[in-house]
């Protein structure tokens, strides 16, 4: 029997990963969309005077910490696999947990801060940035066979 199947712990924290990360995911996108509808409507606002300054600085921070946090979750994760027990899952599912929570919020920090740059200044790459951060999200979305794969040594 799969460890998820077997364990209603872990099925358990499955779900709550879902919903976690599922709201970041439509946080992300709802801001988005709103700071492209801002941009694109009938009536744009002004860009600041000093347009692409700040939407460089954003994107390079936008870029970098979804890098650093999946670091993180890849050295957390490991962490979780090694002190995994079929018999006592608790500390296995506390590991796992932040590790991904910690992935998915650092992914949404990226791409709120470029949906911020999109709509103080306009700059289609920060837009750009936001939706490779929303790809990034839906990538990092917990699943049975993700937790199974990892108790099993697989990728």
Not at 52 to 75: C, D, G, W
Not at 98 to 119: C, H, N
Not at 127 to 144: N, W
């Amino acid at each position: 029997m799969r460890p998820v199947a077997a364990s209603p712990e872990l099925q358990q924290m499955v779900k709550v990963l879902k919903i976690i990360v599922g709201g970041l995911t439509v946080g992300v996108v709802a801001f988005l969309g709103y700071a492209a509808y801002v941009q694109l409507g009938p009536t744009p606002p002004d860009p600041a005077p000093e347009a692409t300054m700040m939407t460089y600085i954003l994107v390079v921070l936008a870029l970098t910490q979804p890098v650093i946090f999946t670091v993180l979750r890849l050295v957390v994760t490991r962490q979780a696999i090694d002190i995994y027990s079929a018999k006592d899952v608790g500390p296995f599912r506390q590991k796992y947990s932040v590790a991904v929570i910690a992935g998915a919020a650092g992914t949404e920090a990226a791409g709120l801060m470029a949906g911020i740059a999109y709509l103080l200044e306009g700059q289609t790459p920060a837009l750009g940035v936001g939706a490779l951060c929303v790809v990034l999200l839906l990538l990092q979305f917990p699943s049975r066979s993700k937790v199974d794969g990892l108790i099993d040594g697989r990728p």
